[in-house]
């Protein structure tokens, strides 16, 4: 692979393989919990509903921070998904204890998705732009998704 190709995308190789390393840790604690309850217990229930629920939504980050990134800029959409990865460990965290504690980690997660899928959204318009009017507002919108994917840390 050349190099000015993987200098495009590092960081969301990085991120991705943080995201599978995490997959892991969540499907080792259902194993694990599996093995300590012979039967099927309501603590067992919730852990395998928390790895349901965030295998369910693990796709559709996959594909919007790889937009993101290739459509407009690596950097803020890899510190969107390491956002989106702490967000989900505490969903887990919390599905695991009461389901009203995951609450705010399903709910910034959404939030989360919702930046990066607005982001695939100004990079493609911005493709276009270029394409056929010969507009090229790149490094404006890099800057402003560089300063709003830190407002994505307020609550």
């Known amino acids: 692979m050349e190099s000015k190709v993987v200098?495009?995308?590092?960081?969301?190789?990085?991120?991705?393989?943080?995201?599978?390393?995490?997959?892991?840790?969540?499907?080792?604690?259902?194993?694990?919990?599996?093995k300590v309850q012979k039967s099927h217990s309501s603590a067992f229930d919730r852990v395998s509903c928390a790895n349901r629920n965030c295998m369910d939504a693990y796709p559709t980050f996959l594909a919007v921070m790889w937009c993101a990134g290739l459509c407009l800029s690596q950097a803020p959409a890899a510190f969107s998904g390491m956002i989106y990865l702490v967000v989900r460990q505490k969903y887990f965290i919390g599905y695991m204890g009461q389901n009203s504690q995951s609450t705010p980690g399903y709910l910034f997660g959404k939030r989360i998705l919702s930046f990066l899928f607005l982001m695939c959204i100004v990079g493609i318009f911005n493709y276009l732009l270029v394409r056929y009017f010969g507009s090229n507002y790149k490094d404006y919108i890099e800057t402003i998704t560089g300063a709003a994917s830190a407002l994505l840390l307020i609550p």
């Open 7 to 34: 200098e495009n995308i590092y960081l969301l190789v990085i991120v991705t393989l943080v995201s599978v390393l995490q997959n892991a840790f969540f499907a080792l604690k259902v194993e694990r919990e599996c």
